[in-house]
């Protein structure tokens, strides 16, 4: 079992920052991706960005060039560093991962992130 914890969100003003945390925990053999998603009032949870094992990244168009995913694989932990915030960045953050060479999506509870103009 794998649990999912965000981290890190909060309330900021248009162009401004925020680092997002995903710590995973449990029985971890391996990390095959972790990534992060959004979702916000009345709309579908979309994908933000992911890492993959060996650590090529995937982002939303919205976010390319604002938004960074990295991870540090001693910590187990995954990071969205968000620049630039827009108001319709605001959304719940979720954390999700795939583990252990199993093909079952973890998610994290999420984080709220609202972005004022």
């Known amino acids: 079992q794998v649990r999912l914890a965000e981290s890190g969100g909060g309330l900021v003003q248009a162009g401004e920052s925020l680092r997002l945390s995903c710590a995973a925990s449990g029985t971890i053999f391996n990390i095959n991706a972790m990534g992060w998603y959004r979702q916000a009032p009345g709309k579908q949870r979309e994908l933000v960005a992911t890492i993959i094992s060996r650590g090529s990244t995937n982002y939303a168009d919205s976010v390319k060039g604002r938004f960074t995913i990295s991870r540090d694989n001693a910590k187990n932990t995954v990071y969205l560093q968000m620049n630039s915030l827009k108001p319709e960045d605001t959304a719940v953050y979720y954390c999700?991962?795939?583990?252990?060479?199993?093909?079952?999506?973890?998610w994290g509870h999420g984080t709220q992130v609202t972005v004022s103009s």
């Open positions: 999700n991962g795939r583990f252990n060479g199993i093909p079952y999506d973890y």
